[in-house]
């Protein structure tokens, strides 16, 4: 089924190029319109400045200093009015022209022209007083009493004529002092239309090239990256519908596109090639999961399962339970009739997990049985010793077994039994309940030849209980990683004390559950418990 597919890169690729652009175009008019207009600003201001200046030294200073203190407007101050009224006609942007004297926080109108048209009521008259009422005005009169060249650029928003911009000069008397300045207001009211005739032929600039740009942008990126990117889509939709990729040579270009090309192109014979041994790796998975499952079950028939084993004998009871951490493990328990009078009891832990050791398990349960079934040995360390012999011949994987044996005398309660390093026997007495009773330890078998394992006598009393158990026992950890422990154990084993063995190691293996909780098992968990009852008629 074909894909659907929305919007596509020529669309998203044109928007993004347009904006972008368009973020373009209004910095640049932002910043073109900013530098005009100050440019025009210190265009006029220059202007303004040397009408001010040409004017400024033409005035007598001495005059002007005599005329401040008595405003009499005598003919000099007519003359100069008349040519100040010259120069508002002749200089159509000036709109303001006078000379002043600047005081410490106002000025004193002195002389100012009347352009044409001027409303007489606005005029000033010699000696009208009026604030500052920009700080930038008492800068200009600080500069001129210092004699130093002013480069301000005073704004006015003038209500009258709009924003104008204001020319300072100074006039000196003969002594070098200032007395008085001149000043200029020059109208701005034809700057924003120049700005706004600059700004636009800027914007059908900018606008055709950045169309030429865009245009030539997405021919380019269409022509370089989109084409390609279509093709090798293409390949991927033709290798998604199961068809081999195996040539790639349309990729020629030396780029990033092309080396992806060519990576899909490996990755491809590399996903069939795994795809091949996936396959095959399943298939093999999959016969061995079913041969273990049937070596799962082998090695659970193998174990006794019937419960009770000997329903003819009333004298005990036996229950056991093995829990392989994997597939099959290498735990294993037995016990059987050597005689009408004797009882085998066996509970052995071989080294590692999985198969290996469920095939050294095997053999050395089947030694040991043989073995004390043939009878011929003074107890069950001679029969550990002569299974050991046998285990170390060709024992090249050095695997070996930890064995607890014992052999029961059902008439009597007496126990014979040898441990070959295998864990402690838990006894449940009448006067004192169940404890670990430490016994003499040997090497564990296959370790080496010709060992000697000791033997332990002891009697068990009818009421009285064994049992036996794996490391998996009290070595079962949970999240924290705290083990079970042999004290848990036994207080298990005394909290849940009780004649009927299938009780007593369920109940042991529910507290060990609890303990564990979420905790995967690491080991396998295998116990055995026999209650003694003694000899009944």
């Not at 040397?50 to 007519?78: C, H, M, N, P, T």
Request: net charge negative; proline share 3%; charged share 30%.
């Amino acid at each position: 089924m074909e894909k659907k597919r929305r919007g596509g890169i020529n669309l998203k690729l044109m928007v993004v190029l347009i904006v972008c652009v368009e973020i373009m175009l209004a910095a640049i008019l932002t910043i073109s319109a900013f530098s005009l207009k100050n440019n025009y600003y210190r265009m006029y201001s220059e202007k303004a400045q040397d009408v001010v200046g040409l004017i400024a030294d033409r005035v007598d200073g001495d005059w002007v200093d005599e005329f401040s203190k008595d405003y009499v407007q005598d003919e000099k101050y007519r003359a100069l009015k008349e040519s100040f009224d010259e120069v508002m006609k002749h200089f159509s942007g000036v709109r303001y022209l006078y000379i002043c004297k600047p005081l410490s926080d106002r000025f004193i109108y002195l002389v100012e022209g009347v352009g044409e048209n001027e409303d007489m009521n606005n005029i000033s008259t010699p000696g009208d007083e009026y604030l500052y009422v920009e700080a930038d005005y008492e800068g200009i009169w600080k500069d001129a009493r210092e004699k130093k060249a002013s480069d301000r650029i005073i704004l006015n928003p003038d209500v009258g004529y709009g924003e104008t911009i204001a020319a300072w000069a100074p006039i000196f008397n003969s002594k070098g002092e200032v007395v008085a300045m001149v000043e200029a207001d020059y109208v701005l009211d034809d700057i924003d239309p120049e700005i706004r005739a600059h700004v636009l032929y800027i914007l059908l600039g900018q606008t055709i090239l950045s169309l030429i740009f865009i245009f030539l942008m997405v021919w380019l990126i269409r022509k370089i990256i989109i084409k390609p990117v279509k093709k090798l889509t293409k390949v991927v939709d033709s290798y998604e519908n199961g068809e081999m990729i195996s040539d790639m040579s349309g990729f020629k270009s030396n780029d990033e596109i092309s080396w992806l090309a060519h990576s899909f192109e490996e990755m491809t014979v590399r996903m069939e090639k795994y795809i091949k041994d996936l396959t095959e790796v399943t298939a093999e998975k999959e016969r061995i999961g079913a041969e273990l499952n049937v070596a799962t079950q082998i090695q659970a028939d193998m174990l006794p399962r019937i419960f009770p084993p000997f329903p003819d004998r009333n004298e005990f009871r036996l229950f056991a339970t093995m829990d392989p951490a994997k597939e099959v493990g290498g735990d294993f328990y037995d016990f059987f009739m050597i005689d009408d009078d004797h009882l085998g009891l066996v509970m052995a832990d071989v080294s590692g997990k999985g198969v290996p050791a469920a095939l050294f398990m095997v053999i050395t349960k089947t030694m040991i049985k043989n073995r004390a079934l043939a009878g011929n040995y003074s107890g069950p360390g001679e029969v550990l010793e002569a299974v050991n012999n046998q285990l170390c011949e060709g024992n090249d994987a050095s695997m070996f077994v930890t064995v607890w044996f014992g052999i029961l005398t059902v008439s009597t309660g007496h126990i014979a039994f040898a441990s070959a390093g295998h864990e402690y026997p838990a006894f449940c007495r009448l006067e004192e309940g169940f404890r670990l009773e430490r016994d003499a330890h040997g090497l564990p078998l296959a370790v080496m030849e010709n060992i000697k394992i000791k033997e332990t006598q002891t009697d068990i009393k009818p009421g009285e209980t064994l049992y036996l158990y794996t490391d998996g026992v009290p070595e079962a950890t949970n999240k924290q990683e705290e083990l079970f422990g042999e004290e848990r154990m036994v207080e298990s084993l005394r909290k849940n004390a009780t004649d009927d063995m299938t009780q007593l190691l369920l109940n042991v293996r529910k507290d060990i559950d609890e303990f564990v909780g979420d905790a995967p098992q690491f080991d396998d968990i295998t116990m055995l418990g026999l209650y003694y009852s003694g000899k009944k008629d």
